[in-house]
């Protein structure tokens, strides 16, 4: 069973920059997926970045592209969030799949409902 492990987060005011990371453990294969997610109150979760450990091939969503960027350092994943606006305050999760699925279109899928593990989320809020 492949086990999720987070850190980071916190609290930021408007234009800030914050950095949530993931280190798995457990049964990793040699290639996997790793996606990021948010979900802020009343509201459902919603991808905004996957890496694909094979090629570190990445995808984000539109409302976080050129902000944030996610990276694999020898296992461990970080999603790096710059010029951060109030909209992005939610907790954040880090979860994992054995493959990386493609989105129609193109690009990796984000999609929370392609990932079987999950890590216990981290909490990102950006004050205005």
């Known amino acids: 069973q492949v086990r999720l492990v987070e850190s980071g987060g916190g609290s930021v005011q408007a234009g800030g920059s914050l950095r949530v990371s993931c280190t798995p453990s457990g049964y990793t294969p040699s290639r996997y997926c790793v996606g990021w997610s948010r979900q802020a109150p009343g509201r459902e979760r919603e991808g905004v970045a996957t890496?694909?450990?094979?090629?570190?091939s990445t995808d984000y969503a539109d409302s976080v592209k050129g902000r944030f960027t996610v990276s694999n350092d020898n296992a461990k994943f970080t999603l790096q969030m710059n010029n951060l606006i109030p909209e992005d305050t939610a907790m954040y999760y880090c979860?994992?799949?054995?493959?990386?699925?493609?989105?129609?279109?193109?690009?990796?899928?984000?999609?929370?409902?392609?990932?079987?593990?999950w890590g216990q989320g981290t909490q990102v809020t950006v004050s205005s």
């Open positions: 890496i694909w450990t094979a090629y570190g």
């Open positions: 979860a994992s799949d054995f493959r990386c699925l493609v989105k129609y279109g193109g690009g990796w899928s984000l999609s929370p409902a392609d990932f079987r593990f």
